[in-house]
């Protein structure tokens, strides 16, 4: 399991950094926080790979999770492989992580879930871009699943099945190839960028973008860009 830990302190933050299949190396730091790129370790993801990342931000702290190359979940034969993500976020604590694509293969069989868990005034940004095969695949299977809490309650809960019968249906991706998401929890974005913008019962909002492939869809991206304004974050 790999961890990123970030606490405040005089001068610069305490940082504690584990390796597993991705390796944290720490780009900039100063008293309040850090950034800290991903560097994966080996080829990822094949067929039996469990990737666990656990992050913590202490309260009034700052992180922003920096990926230096997309993943690709190879043609496994359908043996399974997970990417798990589970953040805590202390009260008054910002967290930045813009993901690069994920390339679900022919073959691939992948369980991803992310799980935070935001403190009160914690702020979280996070985009996710999925991409269902590579250049004439029609990709493999994938579950999603998202669950955001704020102060002790839910404010996210999101479970997509996406295997190949599934995203095929009327109302999930048809024939696109693309899902492409941006996620603001634990404050209410006052800009709308492009796209589809949805705000969710509590304070937070996402734009997502269903396509053919990832250079179309705008919206995500200048998303992630202007929200992250928000975050006054170095």
Do not use: K, N, Q
Request: net charge neutral; charged share 20%; with cysteine.
């Amino acid at each position: 399991m790999s961890t990123i830990a970030v606490a405040p302190a005089p001068g610069r933050a305490r940082c504690r950094l584990v390796a597993g299949a991705l390796s944290p190396r720490v780009l900039h730091a100063d008293d309040g926080g850090a950034r800290v790129a991903l560097v994966a370790t080996g080829a990822l993801l094949l067929g039996g790979d469990e990737v666990r990342i656990d992050v913590e931000v202490a309260p009034g702290g700052w992180l922003e999770v920096v990926e230096t190359a997309g993943t690709v979940a190879y043609d496994a034969g359908g043996t399974p492989s997970g990417w798990h993500v589970r953040a805590r976020l202390g009260e008054g604590a910002r967290l930045s992580w813009c993901g690069l694509p994920l390339v679900v293969a022919d073959g691939a069989h992948v369980r991803r879930s992310t799980e935070l868990t935001l403190a009160a005034r914690a702020r979280a940004l996070l985009r996710e871009t999925l991409v269902f095969g590579r250049v004439g695949e029609t990709g493999g299977v994938l579950r999603a699943v998202t669950r955001a809490t704020l102060d002790g309650a839910d404010l996210l809960v999101e479970d997509l099945d996406l295997g190949p019968a599934a995203r095929r249906s009327p109302g999930v991706l048809g024939e696109r190839r693309v899902l492409d998401t941006t996620l603001a929890l634990g404050w209410r974005p006052v800009e709308v960028p492009a796209g589809h913008r949805y705000d969710l019962d509590g304070p937070g909002a996402f734009v997502r973008y269903l396509g053919a492939d990832t250079h179309s869809g705008t919206g995500p991206a200048l998303a992630a860009t202007s929200w992250r304004a928000d975050l006054d974050l170095p």
